[in-house]
């Protein structure tokens, strides 16, 4: 399937065409703007979208000439979904651990011995680059299916300079050849491998000296993310990783403060950067310090579901005027889910969030944490023409038609690649 764009497309007559139009991530109130055209028509050209307005002022018989046309009355135009934080690369399952903790054994309990993340790193590394490919495209397929267009894909599940590198390869070739667009983030530092039991500054020393240096000279990765955790990753280690990622020309990312209050999002503050993610513990002071330093909050109400943990403070955090992200946190382990309709529900229902909250955090909120709130995440002209029709008459049924998916067509650049029968 080739990426680039097709001819002219007109989606016109849309119920409600959810443009969430912006170029940055949208703060505080500002998430409960969804900017909507009712009778609502979108023009694109070659991938890029050239006219968004009402149906009786864009579209006319001048336009419709030479080009396909998608009559989406009684339908929700809105922009593609960004999944700015997930763990797509790995191989085999983690069911068998997903019953212990259903028999009440927390994850934590079980990565301390030596289940969890490196259950799937046994398995990543034992797996072929092929294989891999081949399984992670069926996961693209199925983000796909949800209304997902890009997706930020993390490696750590090789935690080894051969495996690390082969996870980052993987994602290259699926953007290669799926119309999903993947962005790469390197996590070398998302556990300690067995080989460095006890040593987990030589660990990060490792993982500096000898593995980054490789994924910034292959162009391998865009960000640079840690799990800074008690137990994990200490805020040191964190920070020495971090800063030396940034210097090599990364964008950073951090999984911060989600079992306790450790202070990954100060430092996410600190070090600038894009993005700092989980958050359920952290600090009143902290959140302070990200709104300040423009570090968008992502929240993955998945997870907090799966371990059954406290949700994030996604009131708190929109109410003091913070850029809050939603997605889903797909992995083996701690949240085994590409559903988007599941995170909607989650986060109406559970965090206090507003339907119109919840799509600015999964469209241009999600765009703006992978730096890219300038090209895709929104209906807006110049921006690429990743747009999604869903199958209801107004944007609130994304939320209230509950876990359901709606998505009837995917059009991405420009190109209708997924219709629902
Ligand atoms: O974001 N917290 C660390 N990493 C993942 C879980 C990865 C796994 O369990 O395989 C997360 O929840
Ligand atoms: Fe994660």
Not at 116 to 138: M, N, P, Y
Request: with cysteine; aromatic share 6%.
């Amino acid at each position: 399937m080739t990426k680039s764009g097709a001819g002219r497309l007109i989606i016109k007559n849309a119920a409600e065409l959810v443009t969430c139009s912006g170029f940055a991530a949208k703060r505080g109130a500002e998430m409960n703007q969804l900017h909507i055209i009712k009778d609502g028509a979108v023009i694109m050209e070659k991938g890029v979208i050239t006219a968004v307005g009402t149906t009786a002022d864009i579209v006319g018989p001048a336009e419709e000439k030479n080009c396909t046309i998608i009559d989406a009355s009684g339908k929700t135009v809105l922009p593609g979904f960004v999944d700015s934080h997930t763990h797509l690369v790995f191989g085999g399952n983690r069911s068998e651990e997903f019953t212990w903790r259903l028999a009440g054994e927390s994850y934590m309990s079980i990565m301390q011995r030596g289940g969890g993340i490196a259950s799937s790193v046994k398995a990543t590394r034992a797996d072929s680059e092929h294989h891999l490919i081949e399984i992670c495209a069926q996961r693209l397929d199925s983000m796909l299916e949800f209304g997902v267009t890009t997706v930020e894909a993390k490696s750590g599940y090789g935690l080894d300079l051969g495996t690390e590198l082969k996870q980052l390869r993987v994602m290259m070739e699926l953007n290669r050849i799926h119309p999903v667009d993947v962005v790469p983030t390197f996590m070398g530092a998302h556990a300690l491998p067995e080989e460095y039991k006890g040593k987990k500054d030589d660990y990060i020393d490792y993982i500096i000296n000898s593995v980054l240096p490789k994924v910034v000279f292959g162009k391998l990765a865009e960000y640079c993310d840690i799990f800074c955790e008690q137990g994990v990753f200490s805020i040191t280690q964190s920070r020495k990783l971090l800063s030396m990622a940034k210097s090599l020309g990364l964008k950073l990312k951090i999984h911060a403060d989600e079992i306790i209050s450790l202070g990954g999002a100060g430092l996410a503050a600190e070090l600038g950067a894009v993005s700092a993610d989980h958050l359920l513990m952290a600090s009143d002071q902290d959140l302070i310090a990200m709104k300040d330093s423009g570090v968008i909050a992502t929240l993955l109400p998945g997870t907090a579901f799966s371990l059954k943990e406290p949700y994030a403070r996604a009131r708190f955090m929109i109410d003091q005027g913070m850029a809050v992200a939603l997605a889903t946190d797909f992995n083996p382990g701690s949240c085994y889910t590409e559903s988007i309709p599941l995170i909607i529900a989650l986060a109406t229902l559970q965090m206090g969030m507003s339907p119109a909250e919840v799509i600015t955090g999964l469209t241009i909120n999600g765009a703006a944490a992978l730096n890219r709130a300038d090209r895709i995440g929104s209906i807006d002209v110049g921006k690429a023409a990743d747009i999604v029709i869903h199958n209801c008459p107004s944007h609130t049924f994304l939320a209230y038609h509950m876990a359901i998916n709606n998505v009837e067509k995917v059009i991405k650049n420009g190109r209708v690649i997924k219709i629902k029968v």
